[in-house]
């Protein structure tokens, strides 16, 4: 299979919040084909149906039967577990795969304190409705690991690309965050992981991409082809509220509005993340290439106006792909949007 690399953007979204479970903010889509033959779309959400005061966010699912017309489905898939440090607060951005001896593996980037590094976890399903999430955690690094995405190879194996930040020695929550790396680690059972040795891509060589990566789709062939998302920077000058998330503060009492509030905040501070392409031989030296999916900017009036990001992919079954991406309009209102790739 061969990535295309014209997109064309379909109107409208696909999930947007609709209910107490994801009316504050929707993120972070995963797409997989569901048991009936039909689409079911992982996402992370959070608003007012929170499980418990303090939670951020958890991972939720919509069902379709075309693609483009999702219906969501009750409860939450995964949530976080408040007696678990490393995933207490948060779990976002789902990569979901299927077992060779049947049911399905969902990574995720699980969150805990803001002065704790970010770690994929795992959990396990045999319908993609209830999961049960795997004791340890899948990978880790000192400043923390994030956006997973999950590519099986021929032999079996598979490969989790992941970004890894860097902070100074102060490290998460109160140091500065020096740059972020995309990485990978190979797998042979998928719950243990060798990491491969350099970085996959660096943020900063262009500026597009100076405020870090945030996640990577990787098509394995004899031409790998790599779909990722980056931000840029804010303009010169301007002052950037703190995340949340990096905030030990926002975490007493904060509860799930002001995080919410908070996040989007800083996301519309002067921020623009974009949609990006790269090649490679072998999947481990990458080349940049293009952009491939941006919106009109602030002030715009397209559904990613100042926001496209932490996208998945899956063949349409001719020779199109389809493209589901987080997307925030510029009054901040994040939902999924969706893209055609190809003729057909």
């Known amino acids: 299979m061969t990535l295309p690399s014209r997109w064309r953007k379909e109107a409208g979204w696909r999930v947007a919040g609709s209910r107490d479970l994801d009316r504050w903010k929707v993120q972070a889509p995963c797409i997989t084909r569901a048991g009936d033959g039909g689409w079911r779309l992982f996402y992370t959400a959070v608003g007012p149906g929170k ?55 969902m990574y995720f980037e699980a969150r805990g304190s803001a002065l704790m590094p970010t770690a994929i976890c795992s959990a ?59 990485i990978s680690a190979l797998t042979g059972d ?16 262009f500026p597009l991409e100076n405020a870090g990566i945030t996640a990577a789709v990787v098509v394995p062939g004899a031409h790998w082809r790599m779909v990722y998302s ?26 799930s509005a002001n995080f919410a509030a908070a996040s989007i ?29 941006e919106g009109d900017g602030h002030g715009g009036a397209e559904v990613d106006a100042v926001h496209a990001e932490d996208m998945s992919l899956i063949p349409l079954g001719d020779s199109r792909w ?4 987080a997307a925030c309009d510029a009054q901040g209102v994040w939902r999924v949007a969706s893209a055609i790739g190809g003729d057909g």
Do not use: K, N
Not at 133 to 159: K, N
Not at 236 to 252: F, N, Q, R, W, Y
Not at 265 to 293: F, K, P
């Open 190 to 205: 998928g719950l243990g992981f060798v990491m491969d040795p350099g970085a996959r891509l660096s943020e900063g060589v």
């Open 51 to 105: 499980p418990f005061a303090d939670c951020q966010g958890y991972v939720l699912s919509a069902a379709s039967d075309d693609g483009l017309h999702f219906v969501p489905e009750p409860g939450i898939r995964v949530a976080p577990q408040p007696g678990l440090p490393q995933m207490a607060l948060r779990v976002l951005a789902p990569s979901v795969a299927a077992l060779q001896g049947g049911g399905w593996r």
């Open 322 to 325: 389809r493209m589901y991406y």
């Open 265 to 293: 905040a800083a996301d519309m501070a002067g921020y623009r993340s974009r949609i990006l392409t790269a090649r490679s031989r072998d999947g481990l030296v990458w080349e940049r290439e293009a952009v491939i999916i």
């Open 124 to 182: 396990v399903s045999d319908d993609q409705i209830d999961w049960t999430v795997e004791p340890g955690v899948r990978l880790s690094a000192p400043g923390g690991m994030s956006g997973p995405r999950f590519v099986p190879l021929q032999d079996g194996t598979g490969r989790l690309y992941a970004v890894q930040s860097h902070y100074d020695d102060r490290g998460p929550g109160l140091g500065v965050r020096i740059s972020q790396t995309l």
């Open 230 to 255: 980056a931000w840029q920077d804010v303009p010169p000058g301007t002052v950037v509220p703190l995340h949340p998330s990096s905030d030990p503060g926002a975490e007493a009492g904060g509860g």
